[in-house]
């Protein structure tokens, strides 16, 4: 299999699925697999705030976001999703290995989620609200 464009969602999904690029007779199904995973990985904060979709094979992992950090990880997400639902493995060992991984990538992406909100200044109304209890401490304690 010639090695393609891995900057194509659509394309590089079909190669971790050993499916020839040429090969457009799954190219519907593959796609709504991946973009279900897409959802999935919205529910979990990851991802623009609009949600993504993959449309054909221009649609690119840097249109899902720029972190390439980020991107490795949600590549192997989807790629491992899409894989249990187009050929998942007759083996149920390998099932549960890949379903084992795709389990520690959901909590990877979770943390990734969290830490992303921790970076964003307060709310307004909290901070006057935090400010307006700090005065009342001070007051109830005799401080000016």
């Known amino acids: 299999m010639a090695l393609v464009n891995n900057n194509s969602i659509l394309m590089s999904v079909k190669q971790?699925?050993?499916?020839?690029?040429e090969?457009?007779?799954f190219d519907v199904q593959i796609g709504t697999y991946i973009n279900a995973q897409f959802m999935t990985l919205h529910q979990l904060g990851i991802g623009p705030d609009e949600g993504f979709s993959v449309w054909d094979a221009d649609t690119v992992w840097t249109d899902f976001s720029t972190d390439k950090t980020l991107l490795e990880v949600v590549k192997q997400y989807v790629c491992?999703?899409?894989r249990m639902m187009f050929d998942p493995p007759a083996s149920?060992?390998?099932s549960d290995a890949i379903?084992?991984?795709i389990h520690?990538?959901?909590?990877?992406?979770?943390?990734?989620?969290?830490k992303a909100w921790e970076e964003y200044p307060q709310d307004k109304n909290e901070e006057e609200t935090n400010s307006s209890e700090d005065?009342?401490?001070s007051e109830e304690a005799g401080e000016p």
């Open 92 to 94: 149920s060992i390998v």
């Open 135 to 137: 005065d009342l401490v």
């Open 23 to 25: 090969e457009m007779g």
């Open 80 to 82: 491992l999703k899409v």
């Open 16 to 21: 971790m699925l050993n499916i020839e690029p």
């Open 104 to 114: 520690e990538l959901e909590w990877r992406l979770n943390i990734q989620a969290e």
């Open 99 to 101: 379903n084992n991984q």
